[in-house]
């Protein structure tokens, strides 16, 4: 059975950071990809950032492209997310995706068949 797990949500400032980890298990992901979407209160699930694992390849969203950071262990089975420079428009619950996207299907929800069970992000002063 695949399970994700992820860790590091929390409460921080504005301009703050936050490193959030996704933890799998029960599947290898090879030639697949791991990553992160969120979803803030009454918004849909939006795209954050990705990593395709064959290659390593990252994606973001505009949002956050600057801000932050995703990257793989070497077993491929853990995806770190390194969010600075945080804004209040950042505060989501955050959830870790893994599965096999097309290119059209990279940054869509329906391109990813594990998920997480999220980690709230609030971003306040």
Same mark, same amino acid.
């Given at each position: 059975?695949? @399970?994700? %797990? $992820?860790?590091?949500?929390?409460? %921080? @400032?504005?301009?703050?950071?936050? *490193?959030?980890?996704?933890?799998? +298990?029960?599947? *290898? ?8 979407? /969120?979803?803030?209160?009454?918004? $849909? /699930? $939006?795209? %954050? ?6 290659? !390593?390849?990252? #994606? ?6 600057? /801000?932050?950071?995703? +990257? ?6 853990? %995806? ?7 804004? +209040? $428009?950042?505060?989501?619950? #955050? ?9 059209? *299907?990279?940054?869509?929800?329906? !391109? #990813? &068949? #594990?998920?997480?069970?999220?980690? &709230?992000? *609030?971003?306040?002063?």
């Amino acid at each position: 059975q695949v @399970q994700l %797990v $992820e860790s590091g949500g929390g409460s %921080v @400032q504005p301009g703050g950071s936050l *490193t959030l980890s996704c933890a799998a +298990s029960g599947f *290898t992901f090879s030639g697949g990809a791991m990553g992160w979407f /969120r979803q803030a209160p009454g918004k $849909e /699930r $939006e795209f %954050v950032a990705i990593i395709r694992q064959t290659h !390593g390849n990252t #994606y973001a969203a505009d949002s956050v492209k600057g /801000r932050f950071a995703i +990257s793989g262990n070497n077993a491929r089975d853990t %995806v770190t997310l390194q969010m600075n420079s945080l804004k +209040s $428009e950042d505060t989501a619950v #955050y959830f870790c995706a893994a599965g096999y996207p097309s290119i059209s *299907t990279l940054a869509s929800p329906g !391109g #990813y &068949r #594990y998920w997480g069970q999220g980690t &709230r992000v *609030t971003v306040s002063s």
